[in-house]
């Protein structure tokens, strides 16, 4: 597929996503004030950039960790497999902890996460997404912090890929497919 399939349009700037990162971190640290560590864990691959902005905006004591899913939908059930593909490198029993995640659509993923995280005993454990797109929702579950909420569009940028690409771009836009070129003519 070439790059001219689609094109991407500005949904939500940079310095728009700055701000509610500004007004977010001060909010994390109410809800954290006196922490003795913060692990905060982000959802690779699609979190990295928020990770980074949001850890550099939280003036907590901070440990950052990373873990990797992979979901598996299957157009026959409305159930869906998680798979953990890269676990934590730290221990969080007895940690505050605060989970990362870059989308929540369906909510299969952050569900099964939060899960498998409060089995390993945390002494708190909040969840931020920077995106959540709850028309999508099939599981019963929201972040504690949303930075923004979007409609059912496919969105790429700050982190964010479509087969790949695109995750370099500032801002959020979402995909606008093109017209087939070349396609017969
Ligand atoms: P779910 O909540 O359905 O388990 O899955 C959430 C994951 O699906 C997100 O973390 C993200 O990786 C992927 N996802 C959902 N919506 C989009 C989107 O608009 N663009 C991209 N690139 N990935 C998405
Ligand atoms: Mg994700
Ligand atoms: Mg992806």
Do not use: C
């Not at 907590?60 to 990373?66: A, K, Q, T, Y």
């Not at 598996?72 to 890269?86: D, P, T």
Request: net charge negative.
């Amino acid at each position: 597929m070439a790059q001219s399939d689609y094109a991407v349009d500005q949904l939500i700037s940079a310095k728009t996503i700055a701000a509610r990162i500004e007004d977010l971190a001060r909010e994390i640290e109410t809800a954290f004030a006196g922490t003795e560590k913060l692990v905060v864990v982000g959802l690779l691959r699609g979190s990295f950039v928020f990770i980074a902005d949001l850890v550099r905006e939280i003036d907590l004591p901070v440990e950052v960790d990373f873990l990797e899913a992979s979901s598996y939908g299957n157009a026959m059930e409305s159930s869906r497999e998680v798979r953990i593909l890269k676990d934590l490198r730290g221990e969080i029993a007895g940690r505050d902890v605060l989970v990362v995640e870059d989308i929540v659509d369906t909510g299969h993923t952050l569900y099964h996460v939060v899960n498998l995280l409060r089995s390993k005993g945390p002494a708190r454990l909040k969840t931020i997404a920077l995106l959540d797109k709850p028309t999508r929702r099939e599981v019963d579950i929201r972040a504690d912090w949303i930075g923004f909420e979007i409609p059912d569009e496919f969105v790429v940028g700050y982190g964010i890929d479509y087969a790949q690409r695109n995750r370099n771009l500032p801002y959020i836009g979402k995909v606008r497919m093109l017209a087939a070129a070349g396609a017969g003519a």
